[in-house]
């Protein structure tokens, strides 16, 4: 499946009357791979073409840089391991993101009613077509 995200940005712009999404620049894609050198460039391709922010009224938020449970104040709360940093949430308290010790560019998911990380073994652009509610052909 190419990376351009052309599917993806039709698909968006027939279900949604508007965005708040940002595309970040190339300064900015450098400055993340520069603090996270293992970042797929499904991810990063993502941010230059459809941008951070959320899709389909509140359906999914993908945020413009990676975060992790101590950046919200929850490591008290929740044992994870150190190298799984979050690139986005469902506005219903999971977080998904990538585990770096894993180094494979898949997508975890963590849920916070059990506290566990669900691996999905599905690449960033697979997982977040999902999150859109798109299928395969662009439609749904």
Known sequence: MPTNYT???????KVETDNNRTLLTEDQ???L????PKLPQ?????LKKIGS???RKSQFNVTA?????EDLGLE?????KSNVWFFGDNFCGDFSGFDFNQNDGKVVEFWHESGELYYTNKSFQTYIREQMLMDENGIK
Not at 42 to 46: A, E, G, Q, R
Not at 65 to 69: A, K, M, R, V
């Open 53 to 55: 922010g959320s899709f």
């Open 33 to 36: 791979l520069s603090e996270f």
């Open 76 to 80: 008290d709360h929740y044992e994870l």
């Open 65 to 69: 840089s990676l975060f992790d449970l």
């Open 7 to 13: 599917l993806e940005i039709e698909f968006l712009k």
């Open 29 to 31: 894609i450098k400055n």
């Open 42 to 46: 499904d991810y990063l391709i993502y």
